[in-house]
């Protein structure tokens, strides 16, 4: 299990990242999002809950910081429901 610093965690785990280390990574993949979709016409950022969420959530904190006029279309997914339902039909 991986365990991020300064985010509530769900699952206990391994600590690959913490404090600096963090930030720089959250930094270089919106810097890598910049240059590659430049003005974020027609991209949409999905943060898949839970924790994809949670890391969503600091992309897009970061992006508004150092992008601020040019940022991409935001939204959760919450894939929950889809995979319950898959497990009780796969059970009748």
């Known amino acids: 299990m991986v365990k991020f610093v300064?985010?509530?965690t769900?699952?206990?785990g391994r600590i690959i990242l913490a404090g600096k280390g963090f930030e720089l990574t959250i930094d270089r993949l919106c810097y890598q999002l910049i240059e590659n979709?430049?003005?974020f016409e027609d991209v949409c950022l999905i943060g898949i809950q839970e924790r994809g969420a949670l890391l969503s959530d600091?992309?897009?904190?970061?992006?508004?910081k150092i992008n601020k006029n040019k940022i991409p279309q935001y939204g959760?997914?919450?894939?929950t429901f889809t995979v319950m339902t898959i497990v009780k039909k796969k059970n009748l």
């Open 6 to 8: 300064g985010i509530p």
């Open 10 to 12: 769900i699952m206990s």
């Open 37 to 39: 979709y430049d003005t």
């Open 58 to 64: 600091r992309l897009m904190s970061r992006l508004k």
């Open 76 to 79: 959760k997914l919450d894939i």
